[in-house]
């Protein structure tokens, strides 16, 4: 039903965010002989990147030479766009697909990698796009496919073995993106509930930054380990109440990608929950950090979310508390500890 | 319908063995109160850790004054015994038991806190302990409890914060267990599937050591969530092919522990697999740890269970053929990353 993504080798396969995930998605793509233009809203870090190759953001990475790089609004789908990977920060979605989404054709497939849950909409990623394309006169349904999974930047740039999961209500398009994301390094799975992998790959990010202050608080891997399994807990029910199915959240986009958020030394949310732990204010750690932390913005929709769909979620309640009510995070691990004692419940 | 554990302040709380659990929960119970009695198989180890209340299996911890200790077969029931918890190796829990099992007055509940299969009988340890019990006469069918949960030992040595679920088909008996385990640093949580507890927390050894060859081999986090994830799928196809609740295995003394065991890096069949990812013989491993790793005897356990219940296990698979048929860790990893591509199944 929907075109075969780059069929025409001429097509171009379109990039949209220079971020972590835009820059490794576009080597992969680079790598295997499609070509490639990448979007940043940045002239200047653009500018930079085109001759160095390099990003502050990606310590160690080199883009692939093919790549060709824009940050004009009007050039990113010239030509036979195939394919549009969106890479954008998720509160930043809005904003770019209304500055870029005139010239799109609305025929080439989009497959987001973003992780998050917009604020005040509290739409996710691809519904976000879907509102926007809609606007525009005489557009049919785009093609949508979710690529989620535990994909720490820094270890898909060394090429190390990693797996992620090319949800969509197409199973050929999300063959066709099994097909053309995978390497002999990145093993994709199909799956057929991508309002599951998109909320397991947001509301995650959350977890994570409970995770992030059990290790600043010290408390320990059994403390950490409660929590992710607690929060998983949390995470699927909320997902359930929205219609997604128990099982995606324990795949590799579910608790797979939520273990590598919680345990990497390198997870962005983690590391602010970290620092959070220790003491650090929020605006310094989001000051200090060089992307954006996705899970700061996404607590406050995930909460949102938890009360229109009538979902117990305690986790996301403290994380909650702790960014934007002042509670801190010391008492929170003990509230969390010292609940009512009863059975435990999942789903 | 049970009788309650230690009703009697003056009933003798009997913790069978001496190992990194049965020192811990010797203590939580002494530290309540209670009047503990501590049994190891060997009378030098015992006879040195009466005076000296340090174990070199649990380094930094102390022993509670008040555990009695001993190494006599027959003293350990003397008086009025109110519970026993089981915390014996798996391997040697039918040997011990055929030791003490005689004293035993048939009534107490039994909460066991050991964490593998049996080989050859593939039996788990309640089952080992039924299995003894059964054959002496005059016995009723002893009341018991799982008692399991993300616990590495040198942070409850701490007091640092953990969770537990205590685990009976006797929802008075697992309440009874949840109060008397419970301190304001471990929150136990009840539940009703003694099997699916108590097989998750003797597979999760078998993934913990994969994740141990992933951390020795340096292939990095999103391998070893995937792998984890990858684990959890399938030591859950195997708890429902067996009888177990799905959900349990999501939980805190599944995913939980799994995440622990296989992050922590004091886990010692993690740092078994390590060991082996780095190229040192399973035997060098073996010989150099203070205490039985679990797993390895489990592996074998679980590939016949696999094998006599008709469930895909390739991690399990992957981790036997490097244990026990000379694969190298490297070359498995490939092959787990290499299998067809296909839709990802969970449960």
Redesign the interface.
Known sequence: MSPRPASNPQSVLAIIGDGQMGLLMANILAGKGCRVRLWGHDASDIGRLSPSRQSERLPGFTLHGQVELTADDAAIFEGDCGLVVNAVPTQFIRGVWRRIGEGFNGRAPIVSVSKGIENDTLLRPTQIIAEILRHAPGRAAVPMCVLS????GS??A?S????M?AASESQSLAKDI??LF?T??L??????DPLGVELAGATKNVIAIAAGMVDGLG????????L???G??EI?RLGVAMGARL??F???A????L??T???S?GRNRSCGESLGRGVPLQTVIDSSSSVIEGVATTRSVKSLAQRHNVDMPITAAVHAILFEGLHPHSA?REL???E????R??
């Open positions: 999974g535990p994909t720490i270890e898909l060394r190390l073995p990693a797996t999961v099994q097909s995978c002999d390094w093993r994709i799975y199909t799956n057929d408390v320990g891997c059994n403390a950490k380990s409660a992710l399994a607690r998983l807990a699927a099982d995606t324990f795949g590799v579910g608790v797979g990608d273990a590598t919680c345990f990497s390198e691990i500890m010292i609940r004692r009863k059975p435990e999942v789903g």
